[in-house]
């Protein structure tokens, strides 16, 4: 795996190096960031491949089923991977539009040259920046990174227009968000909206591409795919950390989503 620096109470992890292995198609629940500088990337996305070349950027909500095909040496390609959490990229207050091309199952690739903006440089500030505490310069920088993407994105390949109620989503992914670990259910979360329940969840469904109940499970997965990274947990303190009601069911939908156990998981994290 590339050299990285992993920053839990930031909530922003960043690395730079060759593409990794990816045996298996995974989803997670951070926008991610890849940074081309030399090399190729070419991504399994949704089911359709997608090509990466040397400077540019892809910038995708990583829901859809993604997996990096033929990945290379050391010395095939230096690139700059970056993960933030959907509800720190929502916090930003991003134009509709922008936000509506985000939340688009696809994968959104801009040339570097078209953003006028060093994000080579930046990497290293913002790792400097995380060593010496100062996390709400980093995210400044990785915000203004990101930004500079969409509206680039957006200027390239337009979303018809923001999906109506969109506020009300985000209402809703935020509130599950910070509450993942609880016991909700999807007419609570749908009560933060501000709309009848059976329209709430019609507006998610709409926006965000999957029910709320699949939304809800798939950050509780993410959570358990980061507690299997970084602890030693077992798997049952785990199901339960994450918000699963049982390990039963926490190893169901983990299998499910992502195609092997959560100590499979565990085990070809440890050796990639």
């Not at 190096?17 to 997670?28: E, F, K, T, V």
């Not at 134009?95 to 078209?114: F, G, R, T």
Request: aromatic share 6%; hydrophobic share 40%.
């Amino acid at each position: 795996m590339p050299d990285g620096v992993i920053t839990e109470h930031a909530g922003l992890w960043t690395c730079r190096g060759a593409p990794p292995p990816m045996p298996h198609q995974h989803r997670h629940d951070d926008v991610e960031l890849n940074v081309v500088r030399t090399g190729a990337l070419r991504y399994l996305f949704g089911g359709a491949e997608v090509d990466v070349g040397p400077g540019q950027l892809a910038l995708f909500w990583g829901t859809t089923p993604h997996q990096l095909q033929q990945p290379g040496t050391s010395e095939d390609g230096d690139v700059l991977w970056l993960h933030i959490p959907l509800t720190t990229v929502l916090s930003w207050s991003l134009p509709p539009a922008h936000l509506a091309v985000l939340l688009q199952p696809c994968l959104l690739v801009v040339d570097a040259a078209d953003l006028d903006y060093d994000a080579a440089t930046a990497v290293h500030r913002w790792h400097g920046d995380i060593e010496r505490g100062d996390h709400e310069l980093a995210f400044l920088e990785v915000q203004a990174l990101v930004r500079r993407t969409l509206r680039q994105a957006a200027h390239d390949a337009p979303a018809p227009h923001a999906p109506e109620h969109i506020d009300a989503a985000i209402l809703m992914t935020r509130l599950i968000a910070e509450r993942f670990r609880d016991p909700l259910t999807p007419a609570h979360i749908a009560a933060a909206s501000h709309l009848h329940p059976n329209h709430a969840m019609t507006v998610f469904r709409r926006v965000m591409g999957c029910t709320i109940g699949t939304y809800l499970t798939r950050c509780r997965i993410s959570e358990a795919q980061r507690l299997l990274i970084t602890t030693r947990l077992s798997t049952a303190e785990i199901a339960h950390a994450a918000g699963f009601g049982s390990q039963s069911q926490f190893y169901a939908h983990f299998t499910r989503s992502c195609s092997r156990s959560p100590g499979r998981y565990r085990a070809d994290t440890a050796t990639g």
